[in-house]
């Protein structure tokens, strides 16, 4: 069975994509050191899974300690998560993001290429595209000024992939580039667990909706939208994780190629559209208000798929609607347990 490093594993995209990994026969060994995830979601991969997948609690910035589990374990590949991912945060505080989010690629790319390891699926994003001049994006599309620090980590983490392949020509590398991941597993065993208030406007949803926030509030209503609110690609999670899986077997299949690939649902749908879905799928009301804009936030931005439907055979399977049911059952499920 091939072992699959996987940084960042106890997040909560990290821990659906170990799910599926293991569904297809892989063996994933999640490297984090929790400074950015819970704990229960151990326990949720637990019954789920039946067993929990081999973790070691490190961080991926502490390059002899990933060493040694590289040496260790002897994995077939990596992919590689773990980052801070809070836009707003990011504006706020962007020393932290900078030192964490690349220097843990730079330590992950050290230690692959003394150990000898040549295949990596990288976490990118969609920021790397800015504010674009034309929806959808394509893979092609021009790479404008980011909107945030964080933005700008992968757009520099991105660069640092294509020079690392430049001077080590068998490193063989998937950059996916991730739309708006939302929703959780069907089950209700996993899904996002934010600390404090939710930076994510799914999780803020199912909060608000269920009493824990008093309401919600809107980033602005006054953008160049038709109701006046960001639009998004929301990317179920369960989708984004089997893309993972795909990235992977089109790394065995393309030694010594390096490319970049969206991963979104191929369609945009705006805040207020997501509320408005939530209200309508699980007949609960929602109170929220609108607020001044957010720094950092792009206007509008969607997926062109194409290039992943062709190349890795994936293709977005579920809706925003199956996103909507599947996060309000984990969050009921998440308080039922306390």
Known sequence: MKKIIVTGGAGFIGSHTAVELINAGYEPI???DFSNSDE???????????????VYRTDCTDKDAVLEIFKTEKPDAVIHFAAYKAVNESVENPLKYYRNNLLSLVVILEVM?????????FSSSCTVYGQPDENPVMETSPLKAAASPYGYTKQISEQIIWDQHKAFPKLTSAMLR???????????????????????????????????RHQLVVFGD?????DGTCIRDFIHVVDLAKAHVSAILWLDKNEGECDVF???????????????????????QLNYV???????????????????????????????EDAVKDAWLWEQNLQKKG
């Open 262 to 284: 969206n991963i979104g649902q191929g369609r945009g749908d705006s805040v207020m559209d997501a509320i408005k879905t939530f209200v309508r799928v699980t007949g609960e």
């Open 40 to 54: 229960r979601v151990l326990k949720g991969l637990q019954k789920l899974l039946g067993r929990t997948p081999v």
């Open 222 to 226: 006054d953008y160049n939208t038709l």
């Open 290 to 320: 609108v607020g001044a804009r957010r720094p950092g936030d792009v206007e509008q931005v969607w997926a062109d798929t194409t290039k992943a439907e062709k190349l890795l055979n994936w293709k977005a399977e579920l809706t925003l």
């Open 30 to 32: 999640i490297i984090d």
């Open 113 to 121: 290429q003394l150990v000898g390891m040549t295949k990596l699926v």
């Open 178 to 212: 991730y739309f708006n991941p939302v929703g959780a597993h069907p089950s209700g065993h996993i899904g996002e667990l934010p600390f404090g208030v939710p930076n994510n406007l799914m999780p803020y949803i199912t909060q608000t909706a269920i009493g824990i």
